[in-house]
């Protein structure tokens, strides 16, 4: 027989459980970061609009870019930023390993990933998909087309496999010629040794723009045979880094939905709409709750802007890759950039 005292105690239980999340635990890779001043970024080896160094040494990119909102965030300071190059048979065991902090290097999403390698998923920050690029006097102009024909693909990667199943799957004979590092299936497809180059039609644009003598000989098809949605991971075993790499994505999201940018930042903490209140920490403190400060969203929206103006300025219309919003819109204007509430 249950005690009378039962559901009194069930309530003691559930506000010490209450008072117990109020604020967070740092965490062993919060402490780390805090204790080195920075945050240690693996990105791309050189993928333009993604991650890219120039002949300084200076990164830019939308994959950079989250990394220094990470850093602006938890450290105040976006250049607080150790950038680790890696390719793509590296970044799981660079990460896996606690050599990086975090993996922000156009990763696609799937259930191997996040069920096998002891790493995260946090959130999307590209939605993208497999497709191919060919010479322009190839003349082709369906994917279907490529069937007996050779295909530079890297290794390592989800694309090598999506390529055996599409050729599978329709009857293609596709053959596929392999390469280790990007640089190298890249140069062979530029040098004639294979009829088409797939990869995400982000990395192609990007592709397209860096390396191609003359991009206007080179078009990409336009049939997707994939769902690649990127973003970046973290390892398993630490929740509270895992929270806070989510919410600073899940922020930008919110900031563009109502209206925050870099250049409005600072007005707009005179807003009157509580969800920016609550955003740039106002009215809210939200910050404890991530082992953050109360200023954390702030930050890291000062340093890179909202998620439109990092899409418009590394890989947009405007900017040298020219990419369509598309999917990458935010939900309430017909894409798929949907962020669960900072409250």
């Not at 369906?142 to 999506?162: P, R």
Request: proline share 4%; with cysteine.
């Amino acid at each position: 027989m249950l005690s009378s005292r039962t559901p009194k105690l069930a309530g003691l239980m559930a506000i010490a459980g209450l008072l117990a999340i109020s604020t967070a635990h740092a965490g062993p890779v919060l402490d780390k970061i805090k204790k080195n001043g920075q945050v240690v970024c693996g990105v791309n080896t050189g993928l333009a609009g993604f991650s890219q160094a120039d002949s300084a040494g200076n990164w830019s990119g939308l994959d950079v870019d989250v990394c220094k909102a990470l850093a602006a965030a938890v450290l105040g300071d976006a250049n607080k930023v150790k950038w680790v190059p890696l390719n793509a048979q590296q970044r799981f065991a660079a990460l896996q390993s606690g050599e990086i902090d975090v993996l922000s290097r156009n990763t696609t999403f799937t259930l191997t990933r996040d069920a096998s390698l002891g790493l995260h998923m946090t959130a999307v920050t590209y939605y993208d998909g497999q497709g191919f690029m060919v010479p322009v006097k190839s003349k082709i102009k369906d994917a279907k087309q490529l069937k007996g024909q050779t295909v530079c693909v890297q290794s390592g990667t989800t694309t090598e496999k999506n390529l055996t199943d599409f050729s599978k799957a329709n009857n293609l004979g596709i053959k596929p010629v392999v390469f280790e590092k990007v640089e190298a299936a890249t140069g062979a497809y530029f040098a004639g040794r294979c009829v088409a180059y797939t990869t995400d039609a982000s990395g192609l644009a990007s592709v397209r723009n860096k390396e191609a003598k003359n991009p206007d000989e080179h078009v990409i098809l336009p049939q997707l045979i994939s769902k690649e949605p990127l973003g970046p991971m973290v390892r398993r075993g630490d929740d509270e880094w895992f929270a806070i790499v989510k919410w600073v994505i899940y922020g930008l999201v919110e900031a563009e939905e109502y209206g925050i940018t870099q250049e409005n930042v600072d007005q707009m903490k005179s807003s009157q709409d509580p969800v920016v209140q609550r955003i740039l920490g106002v009215s809210e403190d939200t910050g404890k709750l991530l082992g953050l400060d109360r200023d954390w969203m702030g930050r890291a929206i000062k340093a890179v802007g909202n998620y439109g103006e990092i899409f418009e300025r590394n890989v947009g219309p405007k900017s040298p890759l020219k990419l369509p919003r598309g999917a990458n819109n935010l939900w309430n204007k017909g894409g798929l950039m949907y962020a669960p509430p900072v409250r």
